[in-house]
C-alpha cells in the first residue's frame, strides 16, 4: 500500500482552502460596492428570506439602490427616511416587525404591517407576471426582488423567482431609450434577401429593443422622391401591423401583382412604447420585385425544366437551343435570370454563356475546378448540389442544408453550407481538412474524416453537431469521394436512388440506429 506524502496533503489542503475561499469571495463580491446609503433593504437567502432594514447585519444579503438603477443615490443625505409618518410616498415594503420580518405591497394599508421601509425618492408598486404584468421600462421602472404574495410573503432576491415583482422608479434615474436596426427583407424561409417575385410571401424584419408590447406599423412603398426614406410625395403600397418576438420586429406580406416589373420598394417599421411617450422608425434597403414571367421548375442536377402550360406539364431540353427553341428561356430557371443558382442547369454548364442559347458545357464539374478565388466565389457552373432542403438531422430541425464551393488553403473546396431558419439567418460552413484510409478488410475501409467549421461564432446549433471529427465504413474499391460534415461522401451520388438529399437522409438515419 502506498505511503501517504505529507507534502501532497498540504498541497491539497492549500488547495481546497485556496477554492473555499474564492467561493466566499465571489458569493459577498457583489456587495462589496453597496454602501450602507445605496442599500434599500436587506434578505437573509437568495430565496424564500424574510426581509430586515439597511442596517441589520445578521442578514447578510444586500439589494442596492447603485447596483440596480446604474448609478449611486446622492440627492438626500439619508435616503432611508420615509418623506411623511403617516402614508410616505417613498415606501419600497412594508414588513411585520422592524427586522426579520415578512412583506407586503406599499400599496397595502394591513394594520400589522405598520413597518415601513422607505429610499429616497423611489416611487414602487408590486405587479402580478401571472397575468402577464410587468415593470414599465419605458417610465424608468426596474425590478428589485420578487414576492410569493400581496402580504405575509416571502422575497426572493431574483425578480422572476415568484409571480408578484417590486417595480421601482426614481424621479433621479435616467430614462431608458430604445432603439431599431437592420431592417430586412426575407423570403418564407427566413433567408435574406434582395429580390422577389409578385405573388410572393416576405418578411419583414428588424431587431429592436423596445418591449414585446409596443405597437409596430409597416409601411411598404415605392420611393417616388428618391429620398430613400417614406415621406409624403411617395406611393404608399400597403400599411400593415407587425409584432414583437424575442427582440425581432416582424410582419409577413404578399408582394400584390400590380407593380411594374423591376420595380424597387422599401418598408419603413415604426415602433410606439404601449404608453406612447417613445417612438422611432427605420427604413429597410430596396426589394427588386420582377413579374414572373418565366415559371420553369428544374428537373434537379439535369439539363431539363417543367413548365405548366394550360394544366398540362411540359419536359423542356435545357442543352441547347437548337432541339428546344425555349432552352435559352427556361435554362433561366424560376427567377427568369441567367447564370445564378436556380438555373435549371446540370453542374459543370451555364446558362446562356458567350452568347450560347441553353446550358452549355464549360468542363467545371466540382469546386476544384476554378483555379483562382474569383472563380470559386462565383460558381458559375454551379458546381455544388443545388437544392435547398429542411432537416431534422442531429439538432438540424428548420435547417437549409445547400452545398457551396469555399476558398481555403489556396484551392476551392465543396462545403455544407447551413443556414439556420430563424427570423435573423445564421449561417456556417463545414468542410473537409484530411482524411485517412485505413486497409480494406472484408469489403469495408474505414476511414477517419477531419472538418473545420467557417463563418459561425458556435450559434448555429445544427453546424455545432454535425461537423464534428468522425470515423466511417465505406465499400473497398469505391471511387476517391469527398464528405461533407455529415459523414458522406460523393460516392452516394454514384448510386442509382431518388435524389441525392434523399440519400442522405436515409445514410444519416441508418448510422444513427448503429
Request: aromatic content about 10%; some cysteine; glycine content about 6%.
Amino acid at each position: 500500500m502506498k505511503r501517504i506524502n505529507k507534502k501532497e496533503v498540504m498541497f491539497l489542503f492549500v488547495i481546497f482552502a485556496a477554492i473555499f475561499f474564492l467561493l466566499n469571495f465571489a458569493s459577498s463580491a457583489e456587495n462589496v460596492d453597496c454602501e450602507d446609503n445605496q442599500t434599500l433593504f436587506r434578505l437573509f437567502s437568495e430565496n424564500n428570506s424574510h426581509v430586515s432594514p439597511w442596517n441589520d447585519t445578521d442578514a447578510p444579503i444586500k439589494i442596492c439602490y447603485n447596483t440596480i438603477f446604474n448609478k449611486y443615490y446622492t440627492t438626500v443625505k439619508n435616503p432611508h427616511d420615509c418623506n411623511s409618518q403617516t402614508n410616505p410616498t417613498n415606501k419600497v415594503l412594508l414588513i411585520s416587525a422592524p427586522k426579520n420580518a415578512h412583506a407586503e405591497d406599499p400599496k397595502a394599508q394591513t394594520p400589522a404591517y405598520e413597518n415601513k421601509i422607505c429610499y429616497g425618492d423611489l416611487n414602487c408598486k408590486l405587479v402580478d407576471n401571472s397575468k402577464g404584468e410587468e415593470c414599465n421600462n419605458a417610465e424608468g421602472e426596474k425590478e428589485i426582488i420578487s414576492m410569493n404574495g400581496l402580504t405575509n410573503a416571502h422575497v426572493s432576491k431574483d425578480p422572476k423567482f415568484y409571480n408578484y415583482i417590486l417595480c421601482c422608479k426614481s424621479s433621479t434615474s435616467q430614462q431608458i431609450w430604445y432603439s431599431i436596426d437592420s431592417p430586412k427583407w426575407q423570403n418564407s424561409n427566413n433567408v435574406d434577401i434582395k429580390t422577389a417575385f409578385m405573388g410572393d410571401s416576405v418578411n419583414l424584419v428588424a431587431r429592436t429593443d423596445f418591449p414585446s408590447d409596443s405597437e409596430v406599423k409597416y409601411t411598404v412603398f415605392n420611393d417616388t422622391n428618391s429620398t430613400t426614406i417614406f415621406d409624403s410625395g411617395d406611393w404608399v403600397i400597403a400599411n400593415f401591423i407587425g409584432k414583437i418576438e424575442s427582440n425581432v420586429a416582424k410582419a409577413s406580406w404578399t408582394i400584390p401583382n400590380n407593380l411594374d416589373n423591376n420595380t424597387n420598394i422599401y418598408f419603413e417599421v415604426s415602433i410606439t412604447t404601449k404608453d406612447g411617450k417613445q417612438s422611432k422608425k427605420v427604413t429597410s434597403y430596396p426589394l427588386t420585385v420582377y413579374k414572373p414571367v418565366f415559371e420553369y421548375t428544374c428537373i434537379q442536377n439535369q439539363n431539363l425544366a417543367k413548365e405548366i402550360i394550360g394544366g398540362q406539364t411540359i419536359t423542356i431540353n435545357t442543352l441547347d437551343e437548337a432541339k428546344d427553341p425555349s432552352a435559352g428561356e427556361a435554362c433561366k430557371g424560376p427567377d427568369g435570370i441567367a447564370q445564378n443558382k436556380d438555373d435549371c442547369c446540370a453542374p459543370g454548364y451555364i446558362c446562356n454563356y458567350n452568347g450560347y442559347k441553353g446550358c452549355h458545357f464549360v468542363g467545371w464539374t466540382k469546386c476544384s475546378d476554378y483555379k483562382t478565388k474569383e472563380e470559386c466565389s462565383e460558381d458559375l457552373a454551379n458546381v455544388p448540389k443545388k437544392y435547398n432542403v429542411f432537416t431534422d438531422m442531429n439538432n438540424c430541425k428548420n435547417n437549409i442544408i445547400q452545398g457551396a464551393c469555399m476558398w481555403y488553403g489556396g484551392k476551392c473546396t465543396e462545403v455544407q453550407k447551413t443556414i439556420s431558419k430563424t427570423d435573423i439567418s445564421i449561417e456556417g460552413y463545414c468542410f473537409i481538412v484530411s482524411t485517412e484510409e485505413g486497409e480494406c478488410i472484408d469489403g469495408v475501409k474505414k476511414v477517419k474524416v477531419y472538418t473545420k467549421k467557417e463563418g459561425i461564432n458556435n450559434e448555429n446549433e445544427c453546424l455545432n453537431a454535425n461537423c464534428v471529427d468522425k470515423e466511417i465504413e465505406v465499400p473497398c474499391g469505391r471511387p476517391t469521394f469527398a464528405l461533407n460534415f455529415f459523414g458522406f461522401g460523393h460516392f452516394v451520388a454514384a448510386l442509382v436512388v431518388i435524389e441525392l438529399i434523399y440519400a442522405i437522409l436515409v445514410r444519416f438515419e441508418g448510422k444513427k440506429k448503429k
